[in-house]
């Protein structure tokens, strides 16, 4: 069976971190541009932070610059994001997601991710509030 498995989320205080993690089962995630979306209620999915499969250049939104990092351990089939400073508006569902594309990391993030990946994980609240 394919799938992502997430872990990590919680509740954490205006200047936290987090770090989240996901790991790929039946199949390769070396082949595959991987990301994080998040989804706040009300709001649409967004692309968080991305990484392609050609040279692991990274793509990161503007509100998460500087405070997030995306990184992937191919040994381990499992991406993680580090997420420090968080802010009560990152309070969100994150989710892990992988497709096979060799897009570049942003152009998945803002294009084909939240619409076209092939595998997403099951989702994890992060909560930012004191």
């Known amino acids: 069976q394919k799938e992502l498995v997430e872990s990590g989320g919680g509740l954490v205080q205006p200047g936290g971190s987090l770090r989240l993690s996901c790991e790929a089962s039946?199949?390769?995630?070396?082949?595959?541009?991987i990301g994080w979306f998040r989804q706040a209620p009300g709001k649409e999915r967004e692309g968080v932070s991305c990484?392609?499969?050609?040279?692991?250049?990274?793509y990161h939104a503007d509100s998460v610059k500087g405070r997030f990092a995306i990184s992937r351990d191919n040994a381990k089939n499992t991406m993680y994001l580090e997420m420090n400073s968080l802010k009560p508006e990152d309070t969100a569902v994150y989710y892990c997601?992988?497709?096979?594309?060799?897009?570049?990391?942003?152009?998945?993030?803002?294009?084909?991710?939240?619409?076209?990946?092939?595998?997403w994980g099951q989702g994890t609240q992060v909560t930012v509030s004191s």
């Open positions: 997601a992988a497709r096979f594309t060799r897009a570049g990391a942003s152009h998945y993030c803002l294009e084909d991710g939240p619409k076209r990946s092939d595998y």
């Open positions: 990484i392609n499969n050609r040279d692991g250049s990274t």
């Open positions: 039946g199949f390769d995630l070396d082949y595959y541009a």
